[in-house]
């Protein structure tokens, strides 16, 4: 059965988000065969505080086993946090109905980890919610992500180290 959730509109962290999902489609994998289900690749986005209308593009490997997430993340250099063209971090955090937590640890960088909340859709495809750096007075923004290839088994998902997509 498919289902169409119109749950992004309703969310209030959802206002002003530009270039955010419509709805949300139930395809037969999701939170309702497991959290497991959700490891894979997924697109995501993060604006630097209420005023960004642009935000930086960003790709996150997934794996989720028994509700613990882990992966890696690989961004546009756009901060001079390190040399790089490109920033890669890992990820560590869990994920449950309610709610969709993690931590945000920059490779190379000397800098504390990025700590991010959220929620998951009701067929478990987006992630919205907001981050912080020096949580929770420092720096924070919004952030969003969508699944864009779920993984079976999760043993295709970069967990140690992200790849370049270009």
């Known amino acids: 059965m498919v289902a169409v959730i119109h749950w992004i509109t309703e969310n209030p962290l959802a ?3 530009p270039n955010r999902p419509k709805v ?6 999701g939170i309702e065969n497991g959290f497991d289900a959700l490891s894979g690749y997924w697109s995501g986005q993060y604006w630097l505080g209420e005023q960004d209308r642009e ?3 960003f790709s996150a490997w997934l794996t989720i086993e028994h509700g ?13 946090i390190c040399e790089n063209k490109e920033n890669e971090a890992a990820l560590r955090g869990h994920i449950s ?6 931590l945000k640890t920059y490779k190379g960088v000397d800098h504390e ?23 929770p007075d ?4 919004r952030f969003e992500m969508t699944l864009k290839s779920a993984s079976q088994t999760g043993q295709n998902v970069h967990t140690t180290s992200a790849q370049s997509i270009k």
Do not use: A, N
Request: aromatic share 14%; charged share 20%.
């Open 15 to 17: 206002q002003d988000l």
């Open 113 to 135: 980890p990025g700590y991010y909340e959220g929620e998951l859709s009701d067929c478990g495809q987006h992630i919205l919610g907001r981050w912080y750096f020096g949580w």
């Open 55 to 57: 935000g930086v593009r």
């Open 97 to 102: 109905p309610d709610e969709v937590v993690f």
């Open 138 to 141: 420092e720096v924070s923004g």
């Open 24 to 29: 949300c489609h139930k395809v037969g994998m």
């Open 68 to 80: 613990r997430l882990q992966g890696s993340t690989l961004e546009p250099s756009l901060f001079d």
